[in-house]
């Protein structure tokens, strides 16, 4: 997407890497939207300190930032030993993988690399074949958004107000977005319409990072407080809902989202709005059976008992909010069952949610 910074304007992707210097490159979202940084990662243990950590975040963009670190890690190793090549390549994924729970599109991108890099023969091709397959995972994925902004922006007429929560924009993924998408899709044929975007504590996604993609995108919004949207949509000034999704069961068209999207799930059913789930298929799990069986990763109470702004010097600084001595439950992801989303934005076309299965040829997968 293009950034302007001090009115000179760039096009930048969320992930890239350096082959060079073996680095992958990130743009640091935590000092978004104050500051505009792109920050390396040296090792493959710093690549997935860097998921961890929230340097990089959101499905797609956590990704391929696991599948360029499986490449960085796989490139790193020295010797034409394959058995012991395989061990350090194992070492790596686990190592990424580990980085965050809920969102299964690590997982498949690096299971995909690891496919590829099996037709190598000498640890030399193995590596070209990992640095290949995260390539192609990062193009895919920016192609993957923009076919779902094709199919999306049909739903967006002119002078709606539509709501999205916490960040499935560019920054979430390699470039485009998933629920932005249809947004810019929109936009570029013209149409005007308003988006309302959900703060999205305690980490403030929606308020930080989509309301600046919004901004630079000179698109109409708002930041809402998280529990303003049900005053809204009695009112009639919600139109639609599109929000993205970190795992999707392709048998049950259950969604895992940033927490607080089941709520807003809820609201909608209860005024007749409809809840739109935009997502690649990279996001799309097609082995676990129930909702119930997707990690939610838990978070650090610190995150709901305060909140990181910036000092008017423009320092960057945490400061406590609630009770001194109180403690905090700080679950990251909430899972949103299939009856109450109207649709799943793929790139392949806007299926109901339990269509997912019986169209998962179309969907790229056929041998579940
Ligand atoms: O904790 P995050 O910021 O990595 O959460 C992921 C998200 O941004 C959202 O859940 C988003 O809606 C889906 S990711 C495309």
Same mark, same amino acid.
């Given at each position: 997407?293009?950034?302007?910074?001090? +009115?000179?304007?760039?096009?930048?992707?969320? #992930?890239?890497?350096?082959? +060079? @210097?073996?680095?992958?490159?990130?743009?640091?979202?935590?000092?978004?939207?104050?500051?505009?940084?792109?920050?390396? !990662?040296?090792?493959?243990?710093?690549?997935?300190?860097?998921? @961890?950590?929230?340097?990089?975040? +959101?499905?797609?963009?956590?990704?391929? !930032?696991?599948?360029?670190?499986?490449?960085?890690?796989?490139?790193?190793?020295?010797?034409?030993?394959?058995?012991?090549?395989?061990?350090?390549?194992?070492?790596?994924?686990?190592?990424?993988?580990?980085?965050?729970?809920?969102? #299964?599109?690590?997982?498949?991108?690096?299971?995909?690399?690891? &496919?590829?890099?099996?037709?190598?023969?000498? /640890?030399?091709?193995?590596?070209?074949?990992?640095?290949?397959?995260?390539?192609?995972?990062?193009?895919?994925?920016?192609?993957? %958004?923009?076919?779902?902004?094709?199919?999306? $922006?049909?739903?967006?007429?002119?002078?709606?107000?539509?709501?999205?929560? %916490?960040?499935?924009?560019?920054? $979430?993924?390699?470039? /485009? +977005?998933?629920?932005?998408?249809?947004?810019?899709?929109?936009?570029?044929?013209?149409?005007?319409?308003?988006?309302? %975007?959900?703060?999205?504590?305690?980490?403030?996604?929606? $308020? !930080?990072?989509?309301?600046?993609?919004?901004?630079?995108?000179?698109?109409?919004?708002?930041?809402?407080?998280?529990?303003?949207?049900?005053?809204?949509?009695?009112?009639?000034?919600?139109?639609? #809902?599109? &929000?993205?999704?970190?795992?999707?069961?392709?048998?049950?068209?259950?969604?895992?989202?940033?927490?607080?999207?089941?709520?807003?799930?809820?609201?909608?059913?209860?005024?007749?709005?409809?809840?739109?789930?935009?997502?690649?298929?990279? !996001?799309?799990?097609? @082995?676990?059976?129930?909702?119930?069986?997707?990690?939610?990763?838990?978070?650090?109470?610190?995150? &709901?008992?305060?909140?990181?702004?910036?000092?008017?010097?423009?320092?960057?600084?945490?400061?406590?909010?609630?009770? &001194?001595?109180?403690?905090?439950?700080?679950?990251?992801?909430? #899972?949103?069952?299939?009856?109450?989303?109207?649709?799943?934005?793929?790139?392949?076309?806007?299926?109901?949610?339990?269509?997912?299965?019986? @169209?998962?040829?179309?969907?790229?997968?056929?041998?579940?």
């Amino acid at each position: 997407m293009n950034v302007t910074i001090r +009115g000179r304007t760039r096009h930048f992707r969320t #992930v890239a890497f350096d082959s +060079g @210097k073996n680095h992958v490159l990130l743009i640091e979202q935590r000092l978004l939207p104050h500051e505009f940084k792109i920050v390396p !990662t040296r090792d493959f243990r710093e690549t997935a300190r860097a998921i @961890k950590d929230m340097v990089v975040r +959101g499905a797609g963009a956590i990704g391929a !930032t696991a599948a360029y670190g499986l490449a960085q890690g796989a490139r790193a190793f020295r010797g034409n030993d394959l058995k012991r090549f395989r061990r350090h390549v194992e070492t790596v994924y686990q190592t990424l993988k580990s980085a965050r729970p809920t969102a #299964v599109d690590p997982v498949n991108a690096m299971n995909q690399a690891r &496919v590829s890099m099996s037709a190598g023969e000498t /640890v030399a091709e193995q590596q070209a074949l990992a640095l290949a397959a995260a390539e192609e995972f990062a193009n895919h994925d920016v192609q993957h %958004c923009e076919a779902i902004g094709q199919h999306g $922006a049909k739903l967006i007429r002119p002078g709606m107000k539509v709501l999205t929560h %916490c960040n499935a924009g560019w920054l $979430a993924f390699v470039d /485009v +977005g998933s629920a932005t998408a249809p947004m810019y899709a929109a936009q570029a044929m013209g149409r005007k319409f308003h988006v309302y %975007c959900d703060e999205t504590r305690p980490r403030s996604q929606g $308020a !930080t990072l989509t309301a600046w993609e919004l901004a630079q995108q000179e698109i109409s919004h708002q930041v809402i407080a998280d529990n303003a949207a049900g005053h809204l949509m009695q009112r009639g000034e919600i139109d639609l #809902v599109i &929000v993205g999704s970190d795992r999707t069961l392709g048998r049950t068209g259950e969604v895992a989202n940033k927490i607080g999207t089941y709520t807003k799930a809820v609201l909608a059913k209860r005024h007749g709005i409809p809840f739109y789930v935009a997502i690649p298929l990279s !996001t799309i799990d097609w @082995k676990l059976k129930s909702g119930f069986d997707i990690p939610i990763e838990q978070r650090e109470e610190s995150e &709901v008992l305060g909140a990181w702004g910036i000092t008017r010097r423009g320092q960057r600084e945490y400061v406590r909010v609630a009770n &001194v001595g109180s403690g905090a439950y700080n679950a990251g992801f909430d #899972v949103t069952p299939a009856e109450l989303i109207t649709g799943i934005i793929t790139p392949a076309g806007i299926f109901k949610p339990p269509e997912l299965w019986a @169209k998962r040829n179309r969907l790229g997968q056929s041998e579940v």
